[in-house]
């Protein structure tokens, strides 16, 4: 069954959602941006789906509201010039990268061999915009060659960085061909080849993470939204700035174990007799919850209550200092705390609180999503009490709530525990 974009299950309310004309009304003629009146409106009700782009590259940090419309071109323009420069740079080392093919089996061995395998690339058949293997790839008589040949006439790579990188190239290949497949908008391979190309450079420029399984999930709706490749990747490497602590792995840990051993602290405090029933089915580790916080809920709300979830949690959490603390970092540890307190009014309501309860936690703020996680274990309490008798039954619960979650009340539900955890984490 193929899907439509914006078949909106969740129901736009006339009035509470951000429109375009009340987008527009929200900008000076310079350009400035009243980022207040805006968050609010997208905390009750989400964002025009016309819109939600544009929108998106604010709450992820991308642009600075205290910035006029000209600065914010200047910046765009830049950011797309350093786009095209990291993407010729992997397009040298593998010429695959840009040509609109993608790749679904290995490159390169561990040693920095090249495999030389026909079947390999990619190839777009243009009267039926599926994908097909190359003919006679080995003696390079293919339709648009030149990626083809140089890719399979590969020398040896010594240098491990290289090496690794070419490592993951097939794996964000096999996750492209699985990325919101029932989507219309993949039927076309140029979408295709553009998601596989934002997460082939952005696995170079993030050494410490790479690539990792889900982050296809994330980065999907920045190419549906915005038309300019380059942009759509500023989006995604803004939103991996967020959630990249959750991918870094070690020999003996996942990052998102720490936001797991939170989500454990968080219903042990709102749900004590919960938590004791899963710690008895020996899911004490939460990793049950593994994907929702590793993917932000895609899997549990269909496609477009996930992008309307997030954009409420964005808006929820937002800080107007983003944009000043992911540009110039060192400026803003230097500036601290008397910043923020000019500009709490134009923070979203989880934020808020946030700041109000700093003092109190030393480790920083928790994500909402940690938050989101706990109210829908907590929502689903009584079911998970009564019939869950091991962590199969836990899984199997969880995964009969998917596309019946609603966004608007799971985000109400997260802001409600985060005040009763912070409440309840004051007592002695």
Same mark, same amino acid.
């Given at each position: ?20 004309? /009340? ?32 929108? %998106? ?86 339709? +648009?060659?030149?990626? @083809? ?15 690794? %990188? ?12 699985? @990325? ?15 998601? %596989? ?10 050494? =410490? ?55 454990? +602290? ?13 710690? @008895? ?28 979830? %997030? ?19 060192? +400026?803003?540890?230097? =500036? ?71 966004? /608007? ?20």
């Amino acid at each position: 069954q193929r899907v439509k974009l914006f078949s909106f299950h969740v129901s736009l309310q006339a009035g509470k959602t951000l429109s375009v004309r /009340k987008w527009q009304a929200a900008f000076t003629s310079e350009g400035y941006l009243d980022i207040g009146k805006t968050l609010s409106r997208i905390q009750h009700g989400g964002i025009h789906p016309s819109i939600r782009g544009e929108v %998106w590259e604010f709450l992820l940090g991308c642009y600075d509201p205290k910035s006029t419309f000209e600065e914010r071109e200047q910046i765009r323009q830049r950011r797309r010039v350093q786009y095209a420069r990291y993407k010729e740079e992997c397009r040298q080392m593998f010429p695959v990268v840009g040509s609109g093919r993608f790749i679904t089996a290995p490159v390169v061995t561990e040693e920095g061999q090249p495999i030389h395998d026909p079947l390999v690339l990619l190839e777009t058949n243009p009267e039926k915009g599926v994908l097909i293997p190359p003919q006679d790839s080995v003696n390079g008589n293919t339709m +648009a060659s030149s990626s @083809t040949n140089a890719a399979n006439n590969m020398e040896p790579v010594k240098d491990k960085k290289i090496i690794q %990188w070419m490592l993951t190239l097939h794996q964000i290949g096999l996750d492209v061909v699985r @990325t919101d497949r029932t989507l219309v908008f993949y039927e076309d391979q140029g979408h295709l080849s553009k998601l %596989w190309d934002i997460l082939a450079v952005y696995a170079w420029i993030d050494t =410490d993470v790479g690539y990792c399984q889900g982050m296809s999930d994330l980065c999907s709706p920045m190419i549906i939204l915005l038309d300019d490749e380059a942009d759509a990747f500023w989006c995604f490497e803004r939103l991996m700035r967020r959630l990249r602590g959750n991918f870094r792995c070690t020999d003996s840990s996942v990052g998102v174990e720490a936001q797991l051993s939170n989500l454990a +602290a968080i219903t042990q405090v709102v749900d004590p007799k919960l938590h004791q029933h899963l710690e @008895t089915l020996g899911g004490g580790d939460y990793l049950f919850a593994f994907r929702m916080l590793m993917v932000l809920f895609r899997r549990e709300f269909s496609f477009c209550d996930s992008l309307y979830l %997030w954009e409420m949690m964005w808006a929820l959490e937002y800080d107007p200092d983003l944009f000043s603390m992911y540009e110039e970092p060192d +400026a803003e540890k230097a =500036d601290g705390a008397k910043g923020k307190a000019k500009s709490i009014r134009q923070c979203g309501k989880y934020e808020r609180e946030n700041m109000r309860n700093a003092a109190k936690n030393a480790e920083g703020p928790l994500p909402i999503s940690v938050f989101l996680v706990a109210s829908v274990l907590k929502d689903k309490s009584t079911k998970l009490l009564q019939e869950a008798r091991g962590l199969d039954d836990v899984v199997k619960i969880l995964n009969d709530m998917t596309g019946n979650l609603d966004a /608007k009340k799971a985000c109400s539900g997260a802001m409600k525990l985060h005040k009763k955890y912070l409440k309840k984490a004051k007592k002695p």
